[in-house]
T-cell receptor, first 115, second 117 residues
């Protein structure tokens, strides 16, 4: 099956700094990538959808200036949490899909802790 | 807007017993339906999906799910649970197939499955 790799799996950063999370499709070209956020013992909430070479589409309530998404190639999307604060601590998961498939494959997630 | 309800937050079953996890969705047309499993601190693994056709869908690890339009349900079943099935299970609905592929998924709140030996 298709493999999506997310890096790092865990990161701890100081409040006010920025953190970059990478999402790579290893064996297919991902025309669309999705970024989700999961709070402890809660469901996944879609943050944004990105298509290669274009600006990401953010869901309502998600600050695009805080959560910068770049999808510069067909195998890589990045999420940068800028000026992180403790309330940004969460589990971030990406998924990727390829035209014309309707299924998306998930990465293993990144646990972000802001101290 | 689409929504998903998983009424059971926690379920405990004995190993070897049968399992049914409930999922109800809300969407105006025929949705794309998914069941995912998540182990602690891990991403999501797709168990099965329904797009169209046969309403009884077979998935991996012996799981199956049945799409019932009249009940707006997509319940997940397994005839005999193994201890390794203990995990969190998420039902998801995707209504919009994007130009680049994939669906914007709306997830239920999840059901935590505990298996007693």
């Amino acid at each position: 099956g298709a493999v999506v790799s997310q890096h790092p799996s865990r990161v701890i950063c100081k409040s006010g700094t920025s953190v970059k999370i990478e999402c790579r499709s290893l064996d297919f070209q991902a025309t669309t990538m999705f970024w989700y956020r999961q709070f402890p013992k809660q469901s996944l909430m879609l943050m944004a959808t990105s298509n290669e070479g274009s600006k990401a589409t953010y869901e309502q309530g998600v600050e695009k200036d805080k959560f910068l998404i770049n999808h510069a190639s067909l195998t890589l999307s990045t999420l940068t949490v800028t000026s992180a604060h403790p309330e940004d601590s969460s589990f971030y998961i990406c998924s990727a899909s390829q035209t014309p498939n309707t299924e998306a494959f998930f990465g293993q997630g990144t646990r972000l802790t802001v101290v | 807007a689409q929504s998903v309800t998983q009424p059971d937050i926690h379920i405990t079953v004995s190993e070897g017993a049968s399992l049914e996890l409930r999922c109800n969705y809300s969407y105006g047309a025929t949705p794309y339906l998914f069941w995912y499993v998540q182990s602690p601190g891990q991403g999501l693994q797709l168990l099965l999906k329904y797009f169209s056709g046969d309403t009884l869908v077979q998935g991996i690890k012996g799981f199956e799910a049945e799409f019932k339009r009249s009940q707006s349900s997509f319940n997940l079943r397994k005839p005999s649970v193994h201890w390794s099935d203990a995990a969190e299970y998420f039902c998801a609905v995707g209504a919009e197939v994007l130009t680049g592929g994939g669906n914007k998924l709306t997830f239920g709140t999840g059901t935590q499955l505990k298996v007693e030996l």
